[in-house]
Structure formats: C-alpha cells, structure tokens
C-alpha cells in the first residue's frame, strides 16, 4: 500500500505542475487561454470529493468555482472566498537562465513563469485544502474557492465576467483573501509582513491629438505630433501631491519602529531605496501616478500625419479618482484629448477585524517574530472584481521569504522563482488561518 502524499510534497508538485502549463497572457487579441490548467485544478479537488464548475467567458478562457462546506463547519457563517489566478505574464525564454515554462527546481528555489504570481498561491490552497480534506477536519466556515482567468489583462474574461454574469456565485461572501500580501520583508532581523489592505484604481488612457496633414518640409502649426509630445512631457514629468491613506501610514510607522529612522512620506522611496524594488512600489502608492508608455504617429518621414496617439498607465489612491483625471484634463491641454481604455475602481478597506486578527495569529504560531502590517498595492488584482460585489477583500497568501530575496522584482520579471521552504510555510499558515477565518 502506498504511502499518501504529505501537504509538503503536493504543494511543490502542483506549483510545478502549473508552471509547465504555458497560460500567457497577451491581452484580449492573443492570450493562450487557461482552460488546460483549470481542468487541472478541477481535477485535484474532485479527487478529494470536492466538485467544481469550470465556466468559460470566451473559447478557452476558463473560470472555475467550487464550493466546499466540510462537515462541522458553521453554516450559518457567510462563506470567506479564496481566490487565485492561473494566467500568468509572458515569459521571453532568452532572457532566463532557465526554462520559464519547466518548472526547474535549482539551489532550493522552483523556477518559472507563475512561481510568484499566482501558481505558487494556487499551489498552497490545492495542497492545504486536500490535506484537511484527506484529515477530516472542517473549517470555521464555508469556503468558495474561485481561480479566474485573465487576471493579467484587467479581468474582462476572468473575475470581471464572473461578477457581471454570475455575481450569485460569489455574492454571498462577505470576505475574501488573494494575491499580493502575506509574505515578509526582514529588517533589522524584525520580519513584518505584508497584509494587503488597498490598490490603486486603473486608468489606462489612450491620447488623441489631432491637427494638420501636409508636407514635412513645410511649417506647420498644428503639428498633432508636436501637440502630443507635449502634453505627453507634461504628464510625464509632472510630480503629483502627496496623497497619504491609513495603509500606507501604518506601514511607514512599522518600517520607522523597524529601522529605527523617521521616513517622510515625501521621501519614502528615497528612504528605503535600500530595501529593493519594494521601495519603488511604496513610493507609487504615495500619490496618483501617470506614465506615458506608447506613441504612435505618421506613416512617412516626410509626411506630418493628422493624428498622433498615446498610451498612458494611470493609477489613482482610493478617493482621489476625480483628482486625477481633472489633472490629467489640466496637463492635456486643448489640443490633446483622453479615451479611458481600461479603468477600475481603487480598493481599500480597513486593518481591523476577526479575518486580520487570524492571519495575525496564524502567522505567528508559525514565527513568533512576525509583524502583521498592512500596506498599498500599486498594481491591481482580481480583489476589484470582489469588492464591487460588497465583499471585503485583503491580499494574503503568506510567504516566508529569505532577507535577501528582492521578493517584489519577481513579479512580471525574468528568473521568478519561489523557495520551497515558503511554499511549505504557506500551507502551515494557511491550514491554521482556516481553523479560525
């Protein structure tokens, strides 16, 4: 007879497993689809009894939820929804010391496109789940497991769908946890951990400016070429007022205590520039942001076209979309006007309450040094999609990470990897988090 697989080694082989199914995703004109490796997740709960129903937005872009009421839980209680994604960014292989789609595991790290950003989450939650299954025991309450698609592109065929098609799937949730939080950041030997509160909303903008066709050689006066690169170098260049939320404040308080050293939020990214990237994403979260990323215009050198174009990434704090946008109207000027391509909602709630309170205790049952501290996502998750259906929503999939690591780098970035030993301690805090969510 055969001895069953522990937790430790299900999670390492279902994040591998994931990894080697390729789900880039290159936006709605050519994303691979998600549909293989949502059919193997579908797989691993049914074999612990667990059935799921796979829902497809468009051909190949697979959603899949599944609702789990083990024996002894509390019906009565709300279900907490436990989300992942399975697409992933695309990976240019050149670039990599490995194979991004292998699943190698080198120097104690699992390698690939995923390992941070979501397969290493979708991995805890399949291990940890079908242990307490295979264990008999209950959670506190029911849970709604959902892994979307397209959480990449913004969601339209994922999350976004899902709320706009079938909200009763997820609407009785009252909280949820997902990607990006939960994992630590060493200072001074004091390991805090970074429970997400917060993300900044999307507005994603194109840039028409229109004007006068003729020849190259000609002066011209209401050049749309002349007109949108500068309004694009004011937007640019353009340095927004500091904007200052309560996740950002207590986060900033807890790296003070840390560190030992008063930051200024004005500074912030300065100030802990030390820290690696996540600097960078502390600093974006101070204030609106705006980055020209696209400029299109013209056919021939010698031709001044009649239009020009732009791409601009805006990311607004919660409470200051309006802000935003009449800024962006100021910069523009009267020759360049805006198209929202893409925009969402900003996400905040507060860091208080019984979930915080067991991701607090489950996380420090595992390392007594922990710190739970709550902070801002400059980027955004599928939590958007949640929160417009009322649900209450933080980033926790927890992660003990090596001080070295530059943990946030890996996101989107070339040599992802996880340690093994996080991926363990993910399904240890998560197994005790649902004793008491």
Known sequence: ??????????????CRDLIRFDTSNFGPDGAAGEREATEYVAAQLDEVGISSTILES????????????????????????????TDVVPAVAADWQVDPFAGEIRDGYLWGRGAVDMKDFDAIILATIRERVRSGRATRRPIRL?????????????????????????????????????????????????????????????????????????RNSDNPVTNLAAAVARIGNYRWPVRIRPAQQQFLEAVESALGVPISADTAEESLARLGSIARMVGATMSNTANPTMLQAGYKVNVIPG?????????????????????????????????????????????????????????????????TVPFMMSGGTDAKAWSKLGVRCFGFAPLRLPPELDFVSLFHGVDERVPIESLEFGCRVLDRFLDEA
Request: net charge negative; charged share 20%; proline share 5%.
């Open 58 to 85: 468009a051909p190949r872009r697979a959603n899949l939820v599944a609702h789990w009421e083990p024996e002894g839980c509390d019906r009565s209680l709300p279900p907490l929804l436990i989300h992942g994604h």
């Open 307 to 371: 239009a020009a174009t732009a791409g601009v990434d805006g990311r607004f704090i919660p409470g200051f979309e309006d802000e935003f946008y009449a800024t962006i109207t100021e910069l523009l000027g009267d020759k360049v006007r805006y198209e929202v391509a893409t925009g969402d909602i900003a996400v905040e709630t507060g860091f208080e309450g019984d979930l915080v309170a067991a991701m607090t205790s489950a996380l420090q049952a595992e390392d007594p040094e922990a710190v």
């Open 146 to 218: 959902v892994f979307t698609a397209d959480e990449e592109a913004g969601g339209r065929f994922g999350s976004g769908w899902l709320g706009a098609h079938h909200p009763d799937l997820v609407a009785d949730c009252s909280e949820a946890i997902g990607e990006v939080g939960g994992f630590s950041l060493t200072l001074n030997q004091r390991r805090l951990y970074l429970i997400q509160t917060a993300e900044k909303g999307i507005a994603w903008l194109n840039l028409i400016a229109g004007g006068t066709a003729g020849h190259g050689s000609m």
């Open 1 to 14: 007879m055969s001895t069953p697989p522990t937790v430790h080694d299900e999670v390492v082989t279902f």
